[in-house]
């Protein structure tokens, strides 16, 4: 299970937002079976971090489940694996979701001719919205220029190229 590379983990861990999820992980792919009890105490990860974590891996399948009753305290025992086999996959549609947005943002940006007020903060306005506007930005107040966007569209397009090939397209 060590093929796992650290690119891997942090992937799945930004993919869910958790930043602790590659210790977590990277506990799991070392031990065929741990709870969550060992977890916390091998990473230093708050417990209930640990299993706020661990159902989000568990809801996108990269781990098993399995429940035992603790003969003592009558209590459960939540037992997990990793199911190392199942990240690629989750990875692959992680990029195909980004690589959607990406597209579509492109598009916008490609279809769209924008204004700016050039102030730190305020957004880019597209032309439809502009002329509404009476071209004066609606936060700062300040007039309305023509923005060129071939810098956002040279970056836009690096990305979805990047990610194209990664996907293998
Ligand atoms: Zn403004």
């Known amino acids: 299970m060590s093929n796992i590379d650290d690119a891997t983990l942090t992937r799945v861990a930004q993919a869910l937002g958790e930043e602790d999820a590659i210790r977590l992980i990277d506990v799991l792919k070392n031990a065929e079976e741990t ?11 708050r417990l209930n971090s640990v299993r706020k ?6 809801d996108h399948s990269l781990v098993s489940l399995r429940r035992t009753r603790d003969p003592k305290t009558g209590w459960f025992i939540f037992h997990w694996r990793l199911q190392s ?8 549609s992680q990029k195909r979701r ?9 598009e916008f940006e490609k279809n769209h001719d924008f204004y700016f007020c050039y102030t730190p903060g305020c957004k880019r306005i597209p032309f439809e919205d502009a002329v509404e506007l009476v071209f004066k930005c609606g936060t700062c107040g300040k007039p309305l220029m ?7 569209l040279e970056a836009l397009g690096k990305r979805v190229e990047t990610l194209r090939k990664e996907l293998g397209e």
């Open 98 to 106: 980004v690589l959607d947005k990406l597209n579509i943002r492109l």
């Open 85 to 92: 086999d199942q990240l690629e996959g989750f990875i692959q």
């Open 53 to 58: 974590i661990l159902y989000k891996l568990y």
């Open 146 to 152: 023509h923005y060129d966007n071939d810098k956002v």
């Open 35 to 45: 709870t969550d009890d060992e977890i916390a105490t091998k990473t230093g990860i």
